[in-house]
């Protein structure tokens, strides 16, 4: 039986999945209350029967490890952009033929 393991670093988690070599990472951005701004990023891949999960918050300009900026609009609210999360996991992991996807309902956000 597989196990969901979280993984608390982001460099642990760019050094299994660069040794794991997944076909895909899977994102989602959450609300995070206790955070400011409250979001959330959570990253998961798969290896054999093991899910491996890292959570990123966010704190005042970027996400707390792996540094990617949060946007502040004149209006509406800070959020994170789908294209900068795509970008960072490219090019941390240094993997082109990396599918990268986020489910197309984020309930949890709104």
Known sequence: MGRILRIKTWQEFKKLAISLHPESVV???QRAPLSKP???LRLMFTSGQNQYVFIDFATSQALRQTK?????????????????????????????????VCPVWRLEYY
């Open 38 to 40: 409250p979001i959330c």
């Open 27 to 29: 994102y989602n951005l």
């Open 68 to 100: 990617i900026p949060v946007t502040k609009p004149e209006k509406g609210e800070e959020h994170v952009k789908d294209e900068d999360i795509k970008r960072f996991i490219t090019k941390e992991l240094k993997r082109n033929d990396l599918l990268i």
